[in-house]
């Protein structure tokens, strides 16, 4: 945990207490090592969160290595969502078109990996395909939640249910889903 991140209780989607980030310099880390390892692998990053606000650039997912990167962010014109990835010196970038984010709202968001298919979901709702024939190897750095490796597009908001998982593409069609009605 880095800066003043909270457990709250003011606002959760499931159950009593969600974290709270207040937008400056929080970062929740998930430890380096072979089990956030991405490699060549289906995975699968998905959360909700409820924004604070949505006229900032935000990260809500980072893990990166000196060569290989891999991220969930949102631009600051309020309506722009993107997942991006650094790979083998090449920035590659999937833009989604959620365009109604809006603060003080919760929203499930999920990124999937199946095969070399990318999914980006809002809401259970497929907003953008991409595709990543190579490996983002994350071994070597914590995953960051909350703002980006450098310490930019720090998020302010609540964040519940947050779920990494390696070797599993929960959502590999592109197909609409219903988002989970209870924690995990």
Not at 47 to 66: C, I, K, S
Not at 82 to 89: D, E, L, R, S
């Amino acid at each position: 945990k880095i800066g003043n991140i909270t457990r709250s209780g003011t606002q959760s989607k499931f159950g009593s207490y969600s974290a709270y980030f207040d937008g400056s310099g929080d970062e929740l880390n998930i430890t380096a090592g072979s089990s956030v390892n991405f490699a060549n692998a289906d995975w699968t990053v998905d959360f909700w969160w409820r924004p604070n606000a949505v006229n900032a650039q935000m990260a809500l997912f980072a893990g990166q290595t000196d060569n290989t990167r891999v991220a969930l962010r949102f631009a600051n014109d309020q309506n722009a969502n993107m997942f991006v990835y650094y790979i083998g010196g090449i920035w590659n970038r999937v833009d989604g078109a959620k365009t109604n984010f809006a603060a003080n709202t919760w929203y499930h968001t999920a990124v999937t990996r199946h095969g070399n298919a990318i999914y980006m979901y809002h809401d259970g709702v497929l907003d953008k395909t991409g595709s990543m024939s190579a490996a983002p190897n994350t071994e070597s750095n914590n995953i960051r939640i909350g703002r980006w490796g450098g310490g930019q597009f720090n998020y302010g908001g609540y964040i519940d249910e947050y779920r990494v998982s390696i070797g599993v593409s929960r959502y590999p069609s592109g197909t609409a889903f219903t988002p989970e009605t209870s924690a995990y």
